[in-house]
Antibody, heavy 119, light 109 residues
Framework: EVQLVESGGGLVKPGGSLRLSCVASGFTFDTYSMNWVRQAPGKGLEWVSSISSSSSYIYYADSLKGRFTISRDNAKNSLYLQMNSLRAEDTAVYYC????????????WGLGTLVSVSS | QSALTQPASVSGSPGQSITISCTGTSSDVGGYDYVSWYQQHPGKAPKLMIYDVTNRPSGVSNRFSGSKSGNTASLTISGLQAEDEADYYCSAYSSRSTLFGGGTKLTVL
């Protein structure tokens, strides 16, 4: 069974940093692209970032303006999102998702981790 | 990276069919056959219902179908059931990014 388990969310002050992690199991991690998708409270889904299976290709939403960094460790079956200079508008549930093809459909989603940015 | 356009809400009675539209541009929806649809129940993670415009993942009911014409993709749910009441999101590939629609709330009357 495919499992994606996010962690690392929490309450952080504006301007602060957080590092999200996602541990994958139940599939061959290094053959899939991975993504971060977020959802602000009561709002819709927003794509954040994607990384190819070997980390050769990395893409970010323009709105992030270079504040976030996606990475993966295939030896640890793990995906990461380093978030810096956090703003109130970054408050959201962050989902880790799996995709067979980069930037295409996400066929598995984690339960998400909540990031709250507030003073 | 503009969002795709979906109706805010649709409704239908049990047994009826409904269609949710998703409008983009020739650079995303119209340019590639990589449109997907997700169902999200309150408090739950999204679930993939349709990928590559028309394909259903294993385990998804054949009451769900997808199509595309020009820059607009559509999700049709036939034989509406109470359990179909949820939010639905379209998503499309766009060179160097993925776009989502704003979401459509489906109410089963």
């Amino acid at each position: 069974e495919v499992q994606l388990v996010e962690s690392g969310g929490g309450l952080v002050k504006p301007g602060g940093s957080l590092r999200l992690s996602c541990v994958a199991s139940g599939f061959t991690f290094d053959t899939y692209s991975m993504n971060w998708v977020r959802q602000a409270p009561g709002k819709g889904l927003e794509w954040v970032s994607s990384i190819s299976s070997s980390s050769s290709y990395i893409y970010y939403a323009d709105s992030l303006k270079g504040r976030f960094t996606i990475s993966r460790d295939n030896a640890k079956n793990s995906l990461y999102l380093q978030m810096n200079s956090l703003r109130a508008e970054d408050t959201a549930v962050y989902y880790c998702t799996r995709a067979e093809w980069l930037l295409r459909a996400s066929d598995s989603w984690g339960l998400g981790t909540l990031v709250s940015v507030s003073s | 990276q503009s969002a795709l356009t979906q109706p805010a809400s649709v409704s239908g009675s049990p047994g009826q069919s409904i269609t949710i539209s998703c409008t983009g541009t020739s650079s995303d929806v119209g340019g590639y056959d990589y449109v997907s649809w997700y169902q999200q129940h309150p408090g739950k993670a999204p679930k993939l219902m349709i990928y590559d415009v028309t394909n259903r993942p294993s385990g998804v009911s054949n009451r769900f179908s997808g199509s595309k014409s020009g820059n607009t993709a559509s999700l049709t749910i036939s034989g509406l059931q109470a359990e179909d009441e949820a939010d639905y999101y379209c998503s499309a590939y766009s060179s160097r990014s993925t776009l989502f629609g704003g979401g459509t709330k489906l109410t089963v009357l």
